[in-house]
């Protein structure tokens, strides 16, 4: 479709592309042809030999990447350990999300150093498991209806390392940490940063948003987010952690699709 309309699509609405998607566009055209050049495949039974002309590589092609998926996923599932897992999911609220559309890369950052320190420090707390753990964590930024919907799965261990590091401490079966208390202290940590980020002058606001450049508009749009709960769901998956690393694997490598 894009090798036979492509061009022509860009002379009508080339003025509303970004270079993101022209350069999406020009791989998609470009994968598996001479334009990428080729490589000689040989059988090392039969002798037989074919050219073969390289792919682009490019996450929005839907030809590309399967391989490189597979051995994620595989390499990933060869990591997992004899024990349950639970599958964590952070979610952002709107007045969250609405900011991280126009600043993509800081406010996802956040979003890992939030999600990873909640965990970490309620995990540790001896009231709650008072153990260090380790877990996977692929951020998601859609949702189902492949609109902007920003969250983090996180697969986690159920146990963690001691801290004198001589024993394995198991969480109780079934039951990983309280949502709730993950829920506020997320919350917390991720607007402390979310309003350093501000200070240093990291965000940028443009269109819609242009007034939350200002301290006191920044600071009002996000009342409502502090008082709300924000949403965190732990729970055991149901067809095990193999389940989790296959639907998050789906999208390690190339953009969502929506099925029809």
């Given at each position: ?25 020009s791989?998609?055209e470009?994968?598996?042809?001479a334009?990428?050049?080729?490589h ?13 002309y ?16 597979a ?12 024990t349950?897992y639970?599958?964590?999911?952070f ?7 609405v900011i991280?559309?126009q ?18 420090t309620?995990?540790a ?8 753990i ?33 024993r ?8 990983f ?10 919350r ?31 600071l ?6 502090r ?6 769901y ?12 296959t ?14």
């Open positions: 479709m894009f090798r036979r309309y492509g061009e022509a699509y860009r002379d009508q609405h080339g003025g509303s592309l970004s270079t993101v998607q022209r350069h999406a566009m791989a998609i470009l994968c598996r042809t334009a990428l050049g080729g000689v495949e040989h059988c090392d039974s039969c002798d037989h030999q074919r050219i073969a390289n792919s682009c590589r490019n996450r929005n092609c839907p030809k590309c990447q399967s391989l490189a998926r051995r994620w996923l595989a390499d990933r599932q060869a990591e997992l350990l004899d349950q639970f599958h964590v999911v979610t952002v609220p709107d007045e969250v999300a991280a559309f600043n993509k890369p800081a406010v996802y950052d956040i979003l890992f150093r939030a999600a990873s320190e909640t965990l970490r309620i995990a707390d001896p009231v709650h498991l008072g153990a260090e380790g877990f996977l964590s692929v951020l998601h930024t859609w949702g189902q209806n492949l609109l902007h919907h920003p969250h983090l799965h996180c697969l986690v261990p159920g146990g963690g390392i001691s801290p004198d590091g001589s394995w401490v198991a969480c109780r079966l079934g039951f940490l309280p949502v709730r208390v993950l829920s506020r202290l997320f917390g940590l991720f607007l402390h940063y979310l309003e350093k980020a501000f200070t240093a002058g990291h965000l940028n606001f443009f269109s819609t948003l242009q007034s939350l450049q200002e301290r006191s508009a920044f009002r749009h996000l009342a409502p987010a008082r709300a709960e924000w949403v965190v732990a729970k055991p998956p149901f067809a095990g952690p193999k389940q989790v690393l639907y998050v694997g789906r999208y390690t490598h190339r953009i969502g699709k929506r099925r029809l």
